[in-house]
């Protein structure tokens, strides 16, 4: 999709509802609700964070999505593929800061330089104990990303339209800190695979982009 195309998309998303977790649970591990449940106590002592879904139009101004591929460490979302973004801090106004100072620091867009169009649905991830709050972006710059190098692996910039493809839809199995070698559903975008929480906010995201057009 041309970006000026997607200018006009995000004037409409504006005024909608959010699918909320009807979107998300479309793309939920199967063994998430008995992790849920076991996590009742925690979740209410769970850390917050704030992350971001931006979109930008590349050189060819043409939209897309920018992703991250995290380090590999010693960690619960090692080697995976998530959005800028990261733990809120007492010296942020609030969690939309949050979002906005974690991608300057991860990819190297300028907060200023972003828009934010609306918040999305919040979501907890159990294995870390984090409630994350995603929020839909827009800069109408070309970024000139710069990744941080001890958090950042890579960059994965997803075209529009591969993004709401139905053939970007799958299924994986994986290694998690609950079972190992289980099918998950998952996005497969530019040859990565996307599970868990991030394909779960990705499920809304998506759904809420369809509703515009």
Not at 9 to 25: D, F, R, Y
Not at 201 to 213: H, I, N, R, W, Y
């Given at each position: 999709?041309?970006?000026?195309?997607?200018?006009?998309?995000?004037?409409?998303?504006?005024?909608?509802?959010?699918?909320?977790?009807?979107?998300?649970?479309?793309?939920?591990?199967?063994f998430?609700?008995?992790?849920?449940?076991?996590?009742?106590?925690?979740?209410?002592?769970?850390?917050?964070a704030?992350?971001?879904a931006?979109?930008?139009?590349?050189?060819?101004?043409?939209?897309?999505?920018?992703?991250?591929?995290?380090?590999?460490?010693?960690?619960?979302?090692?080697?995976?593929?998530?959005?800028?973004?990261?733990?809120?801090e007492?010296?942020?106004?609030n969690?939309?800061?949050?979002?906005?100072?974690?991608?300057?620091?991860?990819?190297?867009?300028?907060?200023?330089?972003?828009?934010?169009?609306?918040?999305?649905?919040?979501?907890?991830?159990?294995?870390?104990?984090?409630?994350?709050?995603?929020?839909?972006?827009?800069?109408?710059?070309?970024?000139?990303?710069?990744?941080?190098?001890?958090?950042?692996?890579?960059?994965?910039?997803?075209?529009?339209?591969?993004?709401?493809?139905?053939?970007s839809?799958?299924?994986?199995?994986?290694?998690?800190?609950?079972?190992?070698?289980?099918?998950v559903?998952?996005?497969?975008?530019?040859?990565?695979?996307?599970?868990?929480?991030?394909?779960?906010?990705?499920?809304?995201?998506?759904?809420?982009?369809?509703?515009?057009?």
């Open positions: 999709m041309e970006f000026d195309a997607f200018t006009k998309l995000v004037s409409k998303i504006k005024n909608l509802p959010l699918p909320g977790e009807a979107s998300q649970i479309k793309m939920s591990p199967p998430r609700l008995e992790f849920m449940k076991q996590q009742e106590q925690a979740i209410r002592h769970s850390k917050n704030g992350v971001m931006l979109f930008y139009p590349d050189e060819k101004l043409y939209t897309k999505l920018v992703l991250i591929l995290r380090k590999t460490y010693k960690g619960v979302h090692s080697a995976q593929v998530g959005f800028p973004g990261g733990r809120y007492q010296k942020d106004q969690l939309e800061e949050t979002a906005l100072r974690e991608t300057h620091e991860e990819i190297g867009v300028p907060m200023t330089d972003i828009d934010i169009v609306k918040p999305l649905t919040r979501l907890y991830i159990p294995p870390s104990n984090f409630t994350v709050y995603p929020f839909l972006g827009v800069t109408n710059k070309t970024p000139s990303f710069i990744k941080q190098e001890d958090e950042v692996e890579d960059l994965i910039e997803v075209p529009f339209g591969h993004f709401v493809d139905e053939g839809l799958t299924s994986a199995f994986v290694n998690t800190s609950y079972k190992k070698n289980v099918e559903p998952a996005f497969k975008l530019n040859n990565h695979i996307v599970w868990g929480a991030t394909a779960m906010m990705l499920s809304e995201l998506k759904d809420l982009l369809k509703q515009a057009t």
